[in-house]
Antibody, heavy 121, light 109 residues
Framework: QVQVVQSEAEVKKPGASVQVSCKAS????????MHWVRQAPGQGLEWMGC????????NYPQKFHGRVTMTRDTSISTAYMDLSRLRSDDTAIYYC??????????????WGQGILVTVSP | QTVVTQEPSVTVSPGGTVTLTCASA?????????VNWFQQKPGQAPRALIY???NKQSWTPARFSGSLLGGKAALTLSGVQPEDEADYYC?????????FGGGTKLTVL
């Protein structure tokens, strides 16, 4: 059974950093990209980037350059996303979602349950 | 990064048919955009419905279908059920990055 389980909720102050994690089970971790998606309260979904767990390559939009770091620990099938210099508008639910590395169909199939990150003074 | 546009809200009667669309500001959406569609109900994580424009997940009900229509990606629900009331998001690959549409709130009334 495929599962993507995320870490617990976080509360941070503006200017701080947060690390959220996503542990995969039920499949070969290095066979799937891990993407990060966030959703601010009452808002839509926003793609933050992805990591190739096989080689650590990262792809993310210009908006997050310099603030987002994505890493992985293949020994424990876990992906991490660090977001620095937090602002109040970073308050959101952060999801991880997998996509088949070698799948030409680009299928985002399994989502984590989401982690609420709250940025508050 | 392109802007992806969806209808903000759509209302449909139970048993009816509705098509939600997903447009790219850079031009016509094609199969090379690898469009994915997701359904999200309140308080839940998104759930995958369609990938690569037309392909259904194993759990996607038969009444959902994906297509390209008039330069846009489309999600059609035929024989809408009350439980289909949800937010629907498209995701497409453009310019080397993935971009979500703003989402469509589907009301079944």
């Amino acid at each position: 059974q495929v599962q993507v389980v995320q870490s617990e909720a976080e509360v941070k102050k503006p200017g701080a950093s947060v690390q959220v994690s996503c542990k995969a089970s039920g499949y070969t971790f290095t066979d799937y990209f891990m993407h990060w998606v966030r959703q601010a309260p009452g808002q839509g979904l926003e793609w933050m980037g992805c990591i190739n767990p096989k080689n650590g390559d990262i792809n993310y939009p210009q908006k997050f350059h310099g603030r987002v770091t994505m890493t992985r620990d293949t020994s424990i099938s876990t992906a991490y996303m660090d977001l620095s210099r937090l602002r109040s508008d970073d308050t959101a639910i952060y999801y991880c979602v997998r996509e088949g590395l070698s799948d030409p169909n680009r299928n985002f199939d399994d989502w984590g349950q989401g982690i609420l990150v709250t940025v508050s003074p | 990064q392109t802007v992806v546009t969806q209808e903000p809200s759509v209302t449909v009667s139970p048993g009816g048919t509705v098509t939600l669309t997903c447009a790219s500001a850079t031009g016509a959406v094609t199969s090379s955009y690898y469009v994915n569609w997701f359904q999200q109900k309140p308080g839940q994580a998104p759930r995958a419905l369609i990938y690569s424009t037309i392909n259904k997940q194993s759990w996607t009900p038969a009444r959902f279908s994906g297509s390209l229509l008039g330069g846009k990606a489309a999600l059609t629900l035929s024989g809408v059920q009350p439980e289909d009331e949800a937010d629907y998001y498209c995701l497409l690959f453009s310019g080397g990055v993935w971009v979500f549409g703003g989402g469509t709130k589907l009301t079944v009334l």
